[in-house]
C-alpha cells in the first residue's frame, strides 16, 4: 500500500494546520483543539457522539455512506464540523477521509469507529453474503480505520481510537450469530491493536452498548416490556449514554486507559433481576 501523504515532512503540516486551524476554532471544552473522525455518524449513536464533541469543542470530521443526511448534520454542528463520504469497508474511500480530515482542520487526534450493521438471522438460514456483510462493516470497516489514522497519530506520537462494540461482544444471543461473531471480533481486534499501538502513544478502547433505542434498534412504545424491565437502571439506553463514554475515553481524563472495555448497558449485563427465588412465595418489585 502506498500513502506518499504520509512520508516525513507530514507531520509538520498537520502542525502548522493545527495552530492555523482546530485551536483557532477551539473553545475551552475537554476535547478543545482535538480533531476526531466518526464513522456512521448520519444518525443514531454516531450523530449523538458527534453532537457531544462539538459540545466539548472539538472538531468532527463526519463520515458516513449516507451523504445527505450526514451533510445537514455537519451544517447544523456548525465550523468545527465537516462531512466526507465514507463506505468503511473501502480503503481508497479512508485515505480521502484521513486527507479531508487533515485539509479541514490540520491534523487527526481521535477515530470513533462507529460504523455498523445488523442482520438477525439464524444459524442455519441466514445467508453467507449477510455474515460477510456483516463483517465486512463491523470488522474490516474497524481494522481499516485504526490502519488509516495510525501513521498520522504515530507522526504525532499521541491518539485515542474508540471502537463501538456490543455488549452481543460479552455473551452470545440467538439470531445474531454474524452480529455477535463481528462485535467479539471487533473487542479482540481492539486489544491487538492497543498492544501494537500504545508505545506509540495511541490508545485504543472498546465501547460496549447494549440496547440502545435508534433506527437499528426502534423501541415499541405499546410493548415496553420487550426492553425495559431487564434494566437494573429501569430504561433502555440513549444515544447520548454512549456519547458521554466516547467522549471520555477520547479525553484525557482517560489517559491511562487503553485495550479496556466500557459496558454502557444500564446494568443489564452485570446485574441479574430476580423476580423470584425458587421456593420464596414473594415476587420482587420491579424497577420502574
Ligand atoms: N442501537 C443499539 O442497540 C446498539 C447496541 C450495541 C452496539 N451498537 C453499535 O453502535 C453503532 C451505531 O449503531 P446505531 O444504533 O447508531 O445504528 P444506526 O443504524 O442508527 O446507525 C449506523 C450508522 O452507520 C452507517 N453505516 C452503515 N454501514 C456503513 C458503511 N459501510 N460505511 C459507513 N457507514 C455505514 C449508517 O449509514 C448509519 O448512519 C454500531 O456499530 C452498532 O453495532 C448499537
Same mark, same amino acid.
Given at each position: $500500500?502506498?500513502?506518499?501523504?504520509?512520508?516525513? %515532512?507530514?507531520?509538520?503540516?498537520?502542525?502548522?494546520? /493545527?495552530?492555523?486551524?482546530?485551536?483557532?476554532?477551539? +473553545?475551552?471544552?475537554?476535547?478543545?483543539?482535538?480533531? *476526531?473522525? #466518526?464513522? %456512521? &455518524?448520519?444518525?443514531?449513536?454516531?450523530?449523538?457522539?458527534? /453532537?457531544?464533541?462539538?459540545?466539548?469543542?472539538?472538531? #468532527?470530521?463526519?463520515?458516513?455512506?449516507?451523504?445527505?443526511? +450526514?451533510? &445537514?448534520?455537519?451544517?447544523?454542528?456548525?465550523?468545527?464540523?465537516?462531512?466526507?463520504?465514507?463506505?468503511?469497508?473501502?480503503?481508497?474511500?479512508?485515505?480521502?477521509?484521513?486527507?479531508?480530515?487533515?485539509?479541514?482542520?490540520?491534523?487527526?487526534?481521535?477515530?470513533?469507529?462507529?460504523?455498523?450493521?445488523?442482520?438477525?438471522?439464524?444459524?442455519?438460514?441466514?445467508?453467507?453474503?449477510?455474515?460477510?456483510?456483516?463483517?465486512?462493516?463491523?470488522?474490516?470497516?474497524?481494522?481499516?480505520?485504526?490502519? =488509516? *489514522?495510525?501513521?498520522? $497519530?504515530?507522526?504525532?506520537?499521541?491518539?485515542?481510537?474508540?471502537?463501538? =462494540?456490543?455488549?452481543?461482544?460479552?455473551? +452470545?444471543?440467538?439470531?445474531?450469530?454474524?452480529?455477535?461473531?463481528?462485535?467479539?471480533?471487533?473487542?479482540?481486534?481492539?486489544?491487538?491493536?492497543?498492544?501494537?499501538?500504545?508505545?506509540?502513544?495511541?490508545? *485504543?478502547?472498546?465501547?460496549?452498548?447494549?440496547?440502545?433505542?435508534?433506527? $437499528?434498534?426502534?423501541?415499541?412504545?405499546?410493548?415496553?416490556?420487550?426492553?425495559?424491565?431487564?434494566?437494573?437502571?429501569?430504561?433502555?439506553?440513549?444515544?447520548?449514554?454512549?456519547?458521554?463514554?466516547?467522549?471520555?475515553?477520547? =479525553?484525557?481524563?482517560?489517559?491511562?486507559?487503553?485495550?479496556?472495555?466500557? *459496558?454502557?448497558?444500564?446494568?443489564?449485563?452485570?446485574?441479574?433481576?430476580?423476580?423470584?427465588?425458587?421456593?420464596?412465595?414473594?415476587?420482587?418489585?420491579?424497577? /420502574?
Amino acid at each position: $500500500m502506498t500513502r506518499d501523504r504520509r512520508k516525513p %515532512g507530514a507531520g509538520a503540516r498537520f502542525s502548522r494546520k /493545527r495552530d492555523d486551524e482546530a485551536s483557532r476554532l477551539a +473553545g475551552g471544552g475537554v476535547l478543545a483543539s482535538r480533531v *476526531v473522525i #466518526v464513522t %456512521g &455518524a448520519a444518525q443514531g449513536i454516531g450523530a449523538a457522539t458527534s /453532537r457531544k464533541l462539538i459540545g466539548e469543542d472539538a472538531c #468532527v470530521l463526519l463520515a458516513d455512506v449516507q451523504v445527505e443526511p +450526514g451533510r &445537514a448534520l455537519a451544517k447544523e454542528l456548525g465550523p468545527r464540523a465537516a462531512f466526507c463520504p465514507l463506505d468503511v469497508r473501502d480503503e481508497h474511500a479512508w485515505t480521502e477521509v484521513v486527507d479531508v480530515a487533515i485539509d479541514s482542520f490540520g491534523t487527526i487526534d481521535g477515530l470513533v469507529n462507529n460504523a455498523g450493521v445488523l442482520r438477525l438471522g439464524d444459524l442455519e438460514t441466514l445467508e453467507t453474503r449477510d455474515f460477510m456483510d456483516v463483517l465486512e462493516v463491523n470488522v474490516l470497516g474497524t481494522f481499516l480505520g485504526i490502519r =488509516s *489514522v495510525a501513521e498520522v $497519530m504515530k507522526s504525532r506520537g499521541r491518539g485515542v481510537v474508540v471502537n463501538i =462494540s456490543s455488549t452481543a461482544a460479552m455473551t +452470545g444471543a440467538n439470531r445474531t450469530i454474524a452480529y455477535t461473531s463481528s462485535k467479539w471480533a471487533v473487542r479482540g481486534l481492539t486489544k491487538a491493536a492497543a498492544a501494537e499501538l500504545g508505545a506509540d502513544g495511541i490508545r *485504543v478502547n472498546s465501547v460496549h452498548p447494549g440496547p440502545t433505542e435508534t433506527a $437499528m434498534n426502534p423501541v415499541d412504545r405499546d410493548r415496553p416490556d420487550d426492553w425495559s424491565v431487564e434494566y437494573p437502571l429501569g430504561r433502555i439506553g440513549q444515544p447520548e449514554d454512549v456519547a458521554n463514554m466516547v467522549a471520555f475515553l477520547l =479525553s484525557d481524563e482517560s489517559a491511562y486507559c487503553t485495550g479496556a472495555e466500557f *459496558v454502557v448497558d444500564g446494568g443489564r449485563s452485570n446485574c441479574t433481576l430476580v423476580r423470584r427465588f425458587a421456593g420464596d412465595p414473594d415476587w420482587m418489585t420491579p424497577p /420502574r
